[in-house]
């Protein structure tokens, strides 16, 4: 387990050249925002958590030696996985890693454009015979 503090602020340095970031803490942890949505922690034990929701991404960073999922209470958040200290001790890695939550999410919390659908005309009225 490494030091929280330290985590952070390497997540944070991580994450420097990103737009629309926000921090607060979430779940008693330190936290990044991208558009009012989370992407990135410091989860409690010590591990940086990214949100990956693009299965290919999720898979890919699952198969990382020592990564998990993020389970607070036991119970497995979706597109959440806990890098293993080989990615959060490695700053390009994390960099990637961070700036790939981050586009992910930022993607899906983009607010969809309203469609219009044209009004349909009235159909002309047949006189009766």
């Given at each position: 387990?490494?030091?929280?503090?330290?985590?952070?602020?390497?997540?944070?340095?991580?994450?420097?050249?990103?737009?629309?970031?926000?921090?607060?803490?979430?779940?008693?942890?330190?936290?990044?925002?991208?558009?009012?949505?989370?992407?990135?922690?410091?989860?409690?034990?010590?591990?940086?958590?990214v949100k990956l929701p693009d299965e290919?991404?999720?898979?890919?960073?699952?198969?990382?030696?020592?990564?998990?999922?993020?389970?607070?209470?036991?119970?497995?958040?979706?597109?959440?996985?806990?890098?293993?200290?080989?990615?959060?001790?490695?700053?390009?890695?994390?960099?990637?890693?961070?700036?790939?939550?981050?586009?992910?999410?930022?993607?899906?919390?983009?607010?969809?454009?309203?469609?219009?659908?044209?009004?349909?005309?009235?159909?002309?009225?047949?006189?009766?015979?």
């Open positions: 387990m490494l030091d929280k503090l330290k985590l952070f602020e390497d997540l944070t340095r991580a994450a420097d050249s990103l737009s629309d970031l926000g921090h607060k803490k979430m779940f008693g942890c330190d936290a990044l925002f991208v558009g009012g949505a989370i992407f990135a922690m410091v989860w409690k034990e010590g591990l940086i958590g290919e991404a999720f898979q890919k960073a699952m198969a990382l030696s020592g990564a998990r999922p993020w389970a607070p209470g036991g119970k497995a958040m979706s597109h959440w996985v806990l890098l293993p200290e080989t990615v959060s001790g490695d700053s390009k890695r994390l960099k990637a890693w961070v700036a790939r939550a981050h586009t992910l999410v930022s993607r899906g919390n983009a607010k969809p454009k309203k469609v219009t659908k044209p009004k349909k005309k009235a159909a002309a009225k047949k006189p009766r015979e």
